[in-house]
């Protein structure tokens, strides 16, 4: 895209920042999830107003509306998360509150034992009905819409994990590798649907998200991740732009994924996140890769917005942009908000200095 030479709207904003440009200013976002950071908003906020970016959300089949609804009167869990996580939790079977029903197939025996488990249908005719008016809505409003898929933590990794166990899946991808492939088969399938799903409904920005980082290094080898992960992500990408050509795609993974960045680059993936500051270094995957792989995130260690003061998460914005400068940037909490121990005026800190940072000097155009 050209240089702008007047204000963007924030779909605008955000898609020049995602293809390597320097937009009028530096896009916000915050969660991928809307209804938990309006959880922790002043009364009558209205969090699509500050920030550039809102994401579309998979509507629940009426049984699922009424488990979310059951689940509302009663507080967070540490293990079972909020009312709609209680919800996705349930439509795969998987109880994380319970020692003995914790993952739905760790007792698997054979590959018929992962045959038969019943995999959640989304691409059923509720599950689709609504996205696309919540997209229009979006653009409506000025805001680019983004769209992540309905998933156990993750679409491949996080959820073959929970299904099988974190320790009986990296045992099958080393002792019973047409296990992993089968399970990642039929995760990768369901991935297809969804995003095709999200495709139609004229998403901007497809999310997809897999933790496999964690500090230091990988959940796995990078050669281990090329083997059995990369072709699956790239046709979960390639499904989507056949049907949207000009789709943005981000990717999602905590922790230290710096060795397999240009796997992603190659694959299509047009950003990454959140680009935690104690795990990756930022400066250095710019000058690796410049802008054409934008950072989204960056901003804030584990505990800056629950316990820094709102002096301090500016100084951290205002030397993010510094450091990376203002094309291909969006700048994003680099750990979720939503926490009861985070105070609003952290996060609407974060929010006043990317705008003030995050635009141009008085008098200079982009």
């Known amino acids: 895209m050209p240089a702008p030479t007047a204000a963007l709207t924030s779909r605008e904003r955000l898609l020049v920042a995602l293809d390597g440009g320097e937009p009028d200013r530096v896009p916000r976002a915050l969660s991928f999830y809307r209804v938990e950071i309006e959880a922790i908003a002043p009364p009558g906020a209205r969090v699509d107003d500050l920030v550039d970016v809102a994401f579309v959300r998979f509507p629940p089949s009426p049984e699922e509306r009424d488990l979310e609804r059951r689940a509302m009167p009663y507080a967070g869990d540490t293990r079972l998360g909020h009312p709609a996580q209680v919800r996705n939790y349930a439509r795969w079977r998987y109880h994380p509150e319970s020692p003995d029903r914790r993952n739905p197939l760790a007792r698997a025996r054979s590959l018929d034992d992962l045959r038969r488990f019943p995999f959640p249908d989304l691409s059923t005719p509720y599950a689709a009905s609504g996205l696309a008016r919540q997209v229009r809505d979006l653009h409506a409003r000025g805001l680019a819409a983004g769209g992540s898929l309905p998933h156990l933590g993750g679409e491949l990794f996080e959820a073959a994990w929970r299904l099988r166990g974190l320790d009986a899946f990296l045992t099958d991808l080393v002792e019973r590798p047409d296990w992993a492939r089968f399970l990642l088969d039929r995760l990768a399938a369901l991935a297809r649907r969804n995003v095709e799903t999200l495709a139609r409904a004229g998403v901007d920005v497809l999310a997809l998200d897999d933790d496999v980082g964690m500090p230091g290094r990988m959940m796995m080898s990078p050669r281990t991740w090329r083997e059995f992960f990369a072709k699956h992500l790239a046709d979960i990408i390639g499904a989507a732009r056949a049907i949207k050509g000009d789709l943005r795609v981000l990717y999602h993974s905590d922790g230290h994924i ?42 804030g260690r584990q505990t800056t917005f629950s316990f820094a003061t709102p002096a301090e998460i500016r100084a951290e914005v205002a030397e993010r942009v510094a450091s990376l400068g203002r094309a291909g940037l969006v700048l994003c909490p680099a750990y979720d908000v939503d926490e009861p121990d985070v105070p609003w005026e952290n996060v609407a800190a974060f929010l006043q200095a990317a705008a003030e940072f995050g635009g141009h000097p008085a008098g200079q155009q982009p």
């Open 258 to 299: 710096e060795p397999i960045l240009g796997d992603l680059v190659d694959i299509g993936v047009n950003a990454v996140n959140p680009v935690q500051p104690e795990h990756m270094d930022a400066a250095r995957i710019r000058r690796r890769f410049g802008p054409r792989l934008a950072l989204w995130g960056t901003v």
